[in-house]
């Protein structure tokens, strides 16, 4: 029901400063000026529809809804209501029967795959449930790989895949391999080569669904530092306590939209954390993840 | 719901200006993708090294097929480099006239058992024009005796015209002389391994010595320049003794085993050649169209007879290399196939972070053309080794042929990208979606 204020820009970003490397960039000063004048998200009527022998099978029945630049909104949903199907369209993994899509100014409908792939490389960084890491890869050659379908230098992919590790502390641990690492650091690698490129969005994929509940707050306190330093990140999860440190809920029902509220006070996940920590008194972070099964 | 604020964007978004935080323009192509053959090698060789042992039953095939035609190429190469040396030592534009094959009951027996060449034949045809020198060569083998040691060794009973007809050069002494022959003198003049293995033991000077064959005395005359021994029958393991000496004391037989004539120009081969087959049959009154009862051949024919059988060889090896380079290829294709299978969940990760369908399609041709190329490789190497050795136990020449080298490189190479193709298309052709759901 609410419309997304311009005022709700976050100040992290204000300063000017390009959060993936660290450099003062002109671009993100006058996108703090003037916020929202172009949604990151910009969907009209969407449908999509899968064919099953003889019948079609709607999964997305027009979806109308608009994600502005700084946005961190969370895609809710029982199995079935369509929120995969509408995160599958926003990745750009998929073509919409019917509708349009435009991401960050560009109408994504009319694309075609080579195009696709690389909007998906450029402008928009997925994170998976299942962290979908490189197994034979060190995590910096995990992060690094986007950067190579850019077609960047091997020293600009390497510094650039350095700094995203960093940004989501764990530049200690560049050359472990995804099975050295906790589910919590696989996930973080993750985020970290989902923001290599400088993508426009950050598409997360129950990002927690496979982690227990103390890393699980770990990331969402990753991705609201993220989101804090001016990163639009739409969350699919079916979680309400994972959707709650939000900024917006989008709640799906057998493809349509349910509701679209504005979460007005998120839950602020690193104090949640602190709190837990505090309780446990334990001083070490970092816990092995608990893969659970995951419900389809 | 949504807001109309927001379709109101939406609806004219270039208008607005390119406001939002990556507004880099989606058409542009970007710096430089290229074939991304760097990338795609490095995730090659770590997927064909996480499974060493697969890959190396998987390249099986390629690497059978090219060492087997590498090692073929350099035996062969080694035996008609051989006979090329030989056949200069026997000395140029030499016509050789064998007799022909004995038939008895009906049963053709080889070439040579016939006796049909006598020194009379062999006087004619030294009235042949272009002829310029003609021996008759008696040949037996024979247990050769001297200074208490012995050796079994070839002795031919020739004509002086031998040793301009062969090329010979002498390191002791002298050819014996047509008198020798007329009269029937038993002197003799023998090749270098006779000499090694008769008179260095005993550190004589065979010069002068006596040696005995078949129980004959002969006096050693001249020792012939060795001309080296290059496998496959040693040229100067021979001893020449004067024809008239050879018929009688040796060989107690009217018929000569060949005759050889020696031509003035190369130019003239072919002419004397009919010439000298003309007055045998002839002489032998062989009617126009019978059969001829001896066979007259020029050196260049022994070298095209050599090189028609090498050439059969190499066709027959190169076949069964094609067949197993066949299997290897498919070997490969279902290696591939399974790779496909086993990383379709890769594929999907690489695709949703920004792989185009030909990026996927190039890792996996990179992929099997680093397989077929390392299969290349090691057969190669397997193949000069095996060659090597082959040479090595014949005593031929060995040489590392390049263009077969190269050639045998570059079928191995041709067989990763076209049996790793249809896997390659395959894995391109995934739905990124159903491949990030794989398990």
Redesign the interface.
Known sequence: ????SHSSAPPEVQNGRNVYDGQATP??A??TR?PG????I?V?QLTKYYILGQTRVPALRGV???V??GEFVAVMGASGSGKSTLM?LI?C??KPSGG?Y?L????VST?T???L???????IG?V?QGF???S??SALKNVA??M?????SPAERERRARRALELVGLASRASHTPLQLSGGQQQRVAIA??LV????LLLADEPTGNLDSRTSLEIMAVLQTLNQH???ILLVTHEADIAAYAKRQITFRDGR?LS?ERNGAPRDATADLLRVRQRSDEPAPQRQARIQEEPV | ???????Q??KT??A?????????P??KA?????L?IG?GLESGW??LW?NRLRSLLTVLGVIVGVAAVIAVVTLTQGTSELLNSRLTGLGTNVLTITPGSTTTGGAAGGLGTRQSLTQDDATAVASVPNITGVTPVITVSAQVIAAGQNWNTRVQGVTPAMQQIQNWDMAQGAWFSDADNTEGTPVAVIGQTVVDNLFTAAATQPLGQMITIRSQPFRVVGVLKAKGSSGLGNQDDVIYVPFTVAQTRLNNSQYVNQILAQVNDANNVDGAQTAITTLLEQRHNIPAGGQDDFQVRSSTQFVQTAQQFSTTLTLLLVGIAAISLLVGGIGIMNIMLVSVTERT??I????????????IRNQFLIEALTLSCAGGIIGILIGLIGGWALTNAFSLPFIASLPWIALAFGVAALIGVIFGFYPAIRASQLD??VA?RTE
């Open positions: 029901m609410s419309s997304p671009l993100d006058k996108q003037a004048v172009q949604p990151v910009a009209r109308t809804f608009a502005n630049a599958n990745g993994l998929d349009e435009w960050a100014g560009t109408p694309l795959s080579d195009q792939a690389d909007i998906r490389n450029r402008r997925f998976f979908n890491l490189l034979r890869a790989l986007p190579m379908y850019a077609g960047l080569r989902a490129n400088r993508p426009a001016g990163i639009t939209v679209d | 719901m949504s807001t109309p604020t927001t379709q964007d939406t978004p270039q607005q200006g390119q406001t939002s935080r990556a507004p880099a989606q058409k970007p710096a430089h993708r290229g991304m990338a770590e997927a996480a969940r890769e999907g990760v690489r695709m949703a972070i920004g792989a185009r369908r030909s990026d990124p979606i990030l």
